[in-house]
């Protein structure tokens, strides 16, 4: 995996484990140094997947559930998007994968995708970037 993809899927897939919107989830890893330990960890273990990632960040840190029911299933569909979303972020901005997640993840359009309620996981790449831009 990539950087990007190590990021995104790490956050994607924590959310999906704790019922926690990925906004959320990234701006935790972020505010904790998770963010740089995750991608450190990529360097020496990069044959690694997200649950190894997950394992980790379980051991640093602890994120309450905010609900019973399990209602952030759709990460993988997530994943799948914001991988050419925040890629295409992070190409025009001239921003490295950290920079552009912490940029995609502390906005609105992020808030609106990580809520599998919204139904914006559906949206194609270019709806959620043309979103994302004009914020």
């Known amino acids: 995996m990539d950087e990007l993809t190590t990021v995104i899927s790490s956050v994607e897939y924590y959310g999906y484990l ?18 740089k330990m995750i991608l ?10 997200v649950e190894f990632y997950a394992g980790m960040v379980d051991g640093m840190i602890f994120l309450e559930s905010d609900a019973e029911d399990k209602m952030y299933t ?40 990580s809520e599998d309620c919204t139904g914006f996981y559906k949206k194609s790449a270019d709806e959620i970037y043309e979103a994302f831009e004009k914020e």
């Open 18 to 35: 704790k019922n926690i919107p990925s906004d959320r989830v990234f701006l935790a890893f972020d505010k904790n140094g998770l963010v």
């Open 40 to 49: 450190e960890s990529r360097k020496n273990f990069p044959q690694m997947g």
């Open 74 to 113: 759709h990460y993988q569909e997530r994943t799948e998007l914001l991988k050419d979303v925040v890629a295409r972020i992070a190409k025009k901005h001239h921003m490295d994968a950290e920079e552009a997640c912490r940029l995609y993840y502390s906005s609105q359009i992020a808030k609106k995708v």
